[in-house]
C-alpha cells in the first residue's frame, strides 16, 4: 500500500510540474505582469522577454513599449546606443507614444543625425503629449530658429508657458545644461537669430529685461521665454 501510495504521489508531482503555463493565467493577465515589469526596470523587461515563448508574446504588445521605464535612460544616450539594438527599442517605445522615448529620439534626430525638421516635430509630439522636458527643449528650438513661422512662435510661447505652470523652468534648465556639456556638446542645433521679442502692446518689461536677476515681478510669458531662450543659447554656445 505504501508503495502504491508512493507512486500515485510520484504521479501527481509530475502532472503538476508539466502543466501548460498559458493555462494557469489569462493572457490579459500576463501582458499586465509584463507592463508592471517594463514600467519598474528595462533590464527586468529583458531579461522577461528573454526567458520564454510566452512571456516574449506577452511582452512585444505596444502597451509594454509604452510603459517601458525609458526615462533611465540619459537624454543623450543614443550616443551610446546610435546603430545598435538598442536604439531600435528606443524607436519602437517612441512609436507607442512612450513620451521618454519619443524626446530621445527627436534629440538624436535633431543633434545627432541632423534632421532638424524631423527632430523638432517628434520633440513637439512628446511637448503636446504632456511631458514637460521635451515642452522646455521644444520652446527652446522652435523660438530660436531662423526660420519659424508665426504658428512655432505660439507653440514655443504654449510650451513654454506649461513648463512655467510647472515649477519646472529651473529643473529643466539645470537638465539640459548638464546635457550640453557632454561629449557630443560640438554638435550644434540650426543656428538661430536673435531670439523673439515680446509681442504683447500692454508688456511693461517689453525689451527690458536684458540679464534681470530677479524674475519674481515678471509676469509676462513671452518676456520670460525671450530671457529663457537667451539662457538656453548661451548655454549651447559656450
Not at 55 to 73: E, I, P, Q
Not at 167 to 183: D, H, I, K, L, N
Amino acid at each position: 500500500m505504501a508503495g502504491s501510495s508512493q507512486k500515485g504521489k510520484t504521479k501527481l508531482d509530475v502532472s503538476v510540474q508539466h502543466e501548460c503555463p498559458p493555462n494557469l493565467l489569462p493572457r490579459e493577465i500576463w501582458s499586465s505582469i509584463a507592463i508592471m515589469v517594463a514600467s519598474n526596470s528595462i533590464q527586468d523587461q529583458f531579461n522577461m522577454k528573454a526567458s520564454c515563448r510566452l512571456f516574449a508574446s506577452a511582452c512585444n504588445s505596444d502597451a509594454v513599449y509604452r510603459y517601458s521605464l525609458v526615462s533611465m535612460l540619459p537624454i543623450s544616450c543614443f550616443l551610446d546606443y546610435s546603430g545598435r539594438p538598442a536604439m531600435t527599442f528606443l524607436r519602437r517605445c517612441a512609436t507607442t507614444q512612450n513620451l521618454a522615448a519619443l524626446l530621445r529620439v527627436g534629440m538624436a534626430h535633431l543633434f545627432w543625425c541632423g534632421h532638424r525638421r524631423g527632430g523638432i516635430q517628434t520633440l513637439t509630439v512628446a511637448a503636446e503629449l504632456g511631458d514637460v522636458e521635451a515642452c522646455y527643449i521644444s520652446a527652446m528650438l522652435l523660438l530660436s530658429l531662423g526660420d519659424k513661422d508665426e504658428d512655432e512662435i505660439c507653440h514655443g510661447f504654449e510650451f513654454f508657458g506649461l513648463v512655467r505652470e510647472s515649477s519646472a523652468v529651473e529643473s529643466c534648465r539645470e537638465v539640459f545644461t548638464q546635457v550640453f556639456m557632454g561629449p557630443w556638446s560640438e554638435i550644434p542645433p540650426a543656428v538661430p537669430e536673435e531670439p523673439v521679442s515680446c509681442r504683447s502692446s500692454s508688456c511693461r518689461t517689453r525689451g527690458t529685461m536684458e540679464d534681470a536677476s530677479d524674475l519674481s515681478s515678471v509676469s509676462c510669458v513671452q518676456c520670460l521665454a525671450e530671457y529663457e531662450v537667451r539662457k538656453f543659447l548661451g548655454t549651447v554656445y559656450v
